[in-house]
């Protein structure tokens, strides 16, 4: 596994030979993944003295995509001899999804000499297709999570980013910059692609080894060390959540303090913000696999009670908002 640099660039040898890109979109396709795709290459060609790059979204059969939020992307199909640099594979919240099963098409990217980078859900898809091959690789938290309730075989590495020959499985989501910033580091100088940077107000392009917030555990940034550790021991125990009583010795303050701390920054109580939590995580594993109820509230720490809380917080029972999902409400 090798981690990518993306501060060490070097000057184009060819100024004036585009750079291409191929950006594969599927139904329910994540726009901020695609944004930081194209708009950071978009960018980039705007303080560049000659435009760099190009870039053409792709789909299975070509034509319009939509987006979750909405947005649609008109798309060309694949090519049979594909002469693009690199591929990049957006993400789309569904691993299961159909369109994002694509072992020959990267095949044929990387035969060719192109990188393909997939991204989030896409990464996943990959490593369950690849199976004890891709054990290690890189995914964003969620679909580890779920990958893990699903009892599938699965060591997730948490960087941002896994290389495996020249396929790369990152995390997607707000990351998906950090990855393109890395990407466009080796083919501009340095001071264009901190404009780059400068111009999103990114202000640190993470190189591919940065461990991910593992559920959020490593990026609270609240502003206060104890709190932040309260919340990163709440988050690793969902499933077997730990007594306040107990949570407090193991950060070393007061019950009185932690509330304080929680009121102050979060406006809440320690018993509302874990309850909180884990009904977030349990509405990702009930929307995203096929565990019964029980067995989502199982997975969450409820050993009984779920369906009530889950409808006293959602409004609608957890087989309700099953359906409405599937029937795509």
Known sequence: MINDRPLHTKEPAKPHRLVRFDVVVAPGFV???????????????????????????????????????????????????PDADYLFVIGNTNQDEPALSLGSVIDRYTHRGAQVYLLAEAASRYIRERGSDAQGLSTHWENSAIFRERMEIFDA????????????????????????????????????????ANIFLHDKIRDFGTRQ???????????????NRAIEIMQGNIEEPVPI????NMVGIS?????????????TT??????????????????????S????????????????????????TPLEMRHRRKAGI
């Open 255 to 267: 019950s009185r303090s932690l509330e304080r701390k929680f009121r102050n920054y979060l406006n």
């Open 31 to 81: 726009l901020i993944e695609l944004a930081a795709v194209v708009d950071a290459l978009r960018i980039a060609n705007r303080v560049t003295a000659h435009p760099l790059f190009e870039w053409t979204y792709r789909s299975n059969a070509g034509g319009p995509i939509e987006s979750l939020s909405r947005a649609i992307v008109e798309t060309d199909p694949f090519q049979d001899r």
């Open 245 to 248: 009583s107990e949570l407090v």
């Open 157 to 196: 590495d948490n960087a941002l980013a896994s290389r495996d020959g020249r396929v790369v499985t990152c995390a997607g989501m707000g990351t998906s910059l950090d990855v393109v910033l890395s990407v466009m580091g080796q083919h501009i100088p340095s001071a264009e692609l901190m404009t780059v």
């Open 213 to 227: 917030p593992f559920g959020g555990a490593g990026g609270t940034a609240t502003g206060d060390a104890e709190l």
């Open 270 to 291: 320690p018993n509302t913000y874990y309850r909180q939590l884990r009904l977030a995580q349990a509405n990702n594993l009930l929307l995203n696999t096929t565990l």
């Open 293 to 316: 109820v029980r067995e989502v509230g199982l997975a969450c720490g409820f050993s009984e009670g779920f369906s009530v809380l889950y409808k006293k917080f959602f409004g609608i």
